[in-house]
Every structure is written in C-alpha cells, then in structure tokens.
C-alpha cells in the first residue's frame, strides 16, 4: 500500500489507530507503574529489541521472538551496547534526572538492570516477560485489524 493509499483510507480508520494509541499506552503505563516509566521502558526495550534483531538470521517474528525470550542478543554488533541515562534522555526527551529515578524503579520492579560498567538492560523477571510477551500478541492481533480494515 502506498501513502497515497493510506491516506485516502486513514479517514476511515484513525478512529481505530487512536484507541489502539491510547490501549497501547494504558497498557503499558499499568505495567510501569506511570507515564514516565512506560516511556522509558519503551525505550530499554528498543534498544533491547534492535540488539536481537541484529543477533537473527532470518527476520521473522517467530526467530526474533525466540531470540528475545531467550535474551539471544549479539555481542559483536555493530549497536552500542551501553544504554546509559544519558542516552535514553537524548531519545525520550525527559530529563536526566528522571530518567534515572525512574530505571532504578524499573529496576526494583523487576523490568531492567543496572550495570555501571555495561549500562541499563531490559532483564524481566518471568512474570513480567510473560506480562509483555501476552501484550506483544494482543499488539499484533490489534494492528493486524488495522490493516485488514485498510485493506478493506
């Protein structure tokens, strides 16, 4: 579909793109615990995804979903490593400051850990990875509506 496409058609489901938006983040702000730190966590589990992606022969959902269970990440690629407060500020845009008070709560929650010398994780407990990994097929079962409605 082209963007000339998509936008004759967005009309038509923007409504639906919206409360997907606003499901997506509620979802992930209860896990969290507030705004702030679902963004943030958001961005530990980018960089987290972007490492695993680049470890995956093939790129398809089930190979990467594989690799990011089972926490396969490349340690010779090309992606820095190293997420530090620093860096998720430069991507989210919050302050410093806030970032770090909110990864050390991540931390206590069992979302990511810190390491002075390798930086910030996305290191899940079971619970929590099982909490995401269910979001994860609740988003692709949300976005395959949204394409079958374009497609319509």
Do not use: C
């Not at 972007?50 to 992606?79: C, F, H, M, P």
């Amino acid at each position: 579909m082209s963007e000339n496409d998509l936008k004759k058609k967005f009309g038509s489901v923007w409504w639906r793109f919206l409360e997907f938006e606003i499901s997506r983040s509620r979802m992930i702000i209860e896990f969290a615990g507030n705004p702030i730190s679902a963004l943030i966590l958001q961005v530990v589990a980018y960089h987290h995804l972007t490492l695993v992606q680049s470890s995956a022969n093939k790129k398809n959902y089930e190979e990467i979903r594989e690799k990011w269970e089972a926490g396969d990440v490349d340690t010779k690629s090309s992606l820095p490593r190293k997420l530090s407060y620093a860096s998720i500020s430069d991507i989210s845009g919050i302050d410093k400051e806030t970032v770090r008070r909110s990864v050390k709560k991540l931390a206590e929650q069992n979302w990511v850990v810190i390491d002075q010398k390798t930086g910030i994780h996305y290191q899940p407990s079971i619970a929590n990875q099982d909490k995401l990994l269910m979001f994860n097929e609740w988003e692709l079962a949300q976005v395959g509506r949204l394409i079958a409605l374009l497609n319509d």
